[in-house]
Nanobody, 127 residues
Framework: QVQFVESGGGLVQPGGSLRLSCTAS????????????IGWFRQAPGKERETVAC????????HYADSVKGRFTISRDSAKNTVSLQMNLLTPDDTGIYYC????????????????WGQGIQVTVLS
């Protein structure tokens, strides 16, 4: 069972930055960390969960929500089984619970339907 654990959330002023990290574990033989497409999702109070940023090693694909393009960057460290989300120029609209999740299928991931999820971490941008 693949597991994802998020870290790095917190409270930040508008215009500030945060870096979220996601550490993955539990890969079985034949399926490596790089075999998984991994992404970040968020859910604000009273709103539906949305896809924020996704990355796939197998085909080099990267996807960002329009609302975060130019401000957020997803990156992967395969040696450490981690995926990071660098968030700059944060606004109160970026507030929410951020989830790391992964799937072997890219389409499922960017559709917001990955099979493996982290527990989520709170990001709050003061208003």
């Amino acid at each position: 069972q693949v597991q994802f654990v998020e870290s790095g959330g917190g409270l930040v002023q508008p215009g500030g930055s945060l870096r979220l990290s996601c550490t993955a574990s539990g890969f079985t033989s034949g399926v490596s960390f790089d075999g998984y497409a991994i992404g970040w999702f968020r859910q604000a109070p009273g709103k539906e969960r949305e896809t924020v940023a996704c990355h796939s090693v197998s085909d080099g694909s990267t996807h960002y929500a329009d609302s975060v393009k130019g401000r957020f960057t997803i990156s992967r460290d395969s040696a450490k089984n981690t995926v990071s989300l660098q968030m700059n120029l944060l606004t109160p609209d970026d507030t929410g619970i951020y989830y790391c999740a992964g799937d072997l299928n890219w389409g499922r991931l960017i559709a917001g339907l990955p099979r493996s999820w982290g527990q989520g971490i709170q990001v709050t941008v003061l208003s």
